[in-house]
């Protein structure tokens, strides 16, 4: 088993309960998208997957431990194999994207590396490699305040795709991202996944997206599971009892390009900072 929440419950200081009795067990490779309306708890379960909440009420285990009950270093560990694409993506705005990728693999590192590839990037052929897959390789060394909400989105999944993850968690990955390039870029993760065998957990606002890219899809609601049903057997009356108070389906809509990869500037020297 990947994870296995059960009986999940989490109150926020201000009394707002934003997850009550949540079961859900996802086995080692399943790819799975949440899906709900705004509002209905899907970040707050991400953050506990991702062991970064800790849940008021239940049983948390992840990837064979139980976070809450381990000792720091041991969360620590457990916390380096758990990749999260954050909704808005938290980079330090001066930092060059480079940098920003290869932070990805910070916690499995020893200190020296870490510190090492702060000063003159580590692996920038790896980082490059990662953005490529995203069309965004020529953007290297440029700063992340040089890049738009969606070019951002793409470096973080860079950096959780460097980072090679056991767990690989998104919250709304491409929610500043236009049809087409989402479409592609939910593709990338889901072959990811496959190709590595690796356990995917994505929140996504477009319905379509998530049912034409996961095997699986769990309907969240007022902080609790509606539904967790194969693709193919969510039926157009969930998702309208789903999205009852949005007064309508959010849906992308999919056109799709075919992937670019271009190469960036010459790896070794950094070149001088610049927005492109
Ligand atoms: N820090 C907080 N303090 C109090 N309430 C919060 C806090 N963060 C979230 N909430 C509330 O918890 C509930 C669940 O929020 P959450 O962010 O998990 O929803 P979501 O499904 O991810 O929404 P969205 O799709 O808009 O990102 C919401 O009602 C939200 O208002």
Redesign the pocket.
């Known amino acids: 088993m990947s994870f296995t929440l059960e009986g999940v419950g989490f109150t ?3 009394g ?1 309960r ?1 997850l009550a009795g949540v079961d859900l067990r996802v086995a080692a490779g399943e790819r799975v998208a949440l899906i ?10 991400l ?1 506990v997957l991702a062991a970064s909440l800790r849940p008021g009420s239940g049983r948390v285990e992840l990837l064979g431990s139980a976070p809450w009950d381990a000792a720091p270093r041991d969360l620590r560990r457990l916390r380096a194999r758990i990749g999260v694409v954050h ?1 808005a993506p938290p980079i330090p705005p001066r930092q060059r994207v480079v940098t920003a990728v290869l932070a990805g693999r910070l916690g499995q590192w020893p200190l020296w590396k870490s510190l090492a590839s702060l000063v003159l990037p580590v692996d920038p052929e790896g980082a490059r490699r990662e953005l490529a897959r995203l069309d965004l390789a020529e953007r290297l060394y440029d700063r992340c305040d040089c890049l738009s909400g969606g070019q951002l989105q793409r470096v973080a999944l860079a950096r959780v795709l460097y980072q090679q993850p056991d767990l690989l968690l998104a ?2 990955p491409v929610s500043a991202m236009d049809p087409a390039l989402s479409e592609l870029t939910v593709a990338l993760l889901n072959d990811e996944a496959r190709r590595r065998g690796v356990t995917l957990v994505a ?1 996504l ?1 477009a319905v379509d997206l998530a049912l034409r890219h996961f095997p699986r899809v769990v309907g ?1 609601k007022d ?1 609790a599971i509606l539904f967790d049903l194969p693709a193919g057997q969510v039926s157009e009356a969930l998702l309208r009892e789903l999205y009852a108070a949005e007064g309508g389906l959010p849906l992308a809509g999919s056109p799709l390009p075919s992937p670019s990869p271009e190469a960036g500037p010459a790896a070794g020297t950094l070149p001088p900072l610049r927005c492109a």
């Open positions: 926020h200081a201000n707002h934003a709900g309306a705004s509002g209905a708890g899907k970040t707050t379960l953050r909704q919250d709304e929140s606002h969240v902080g």
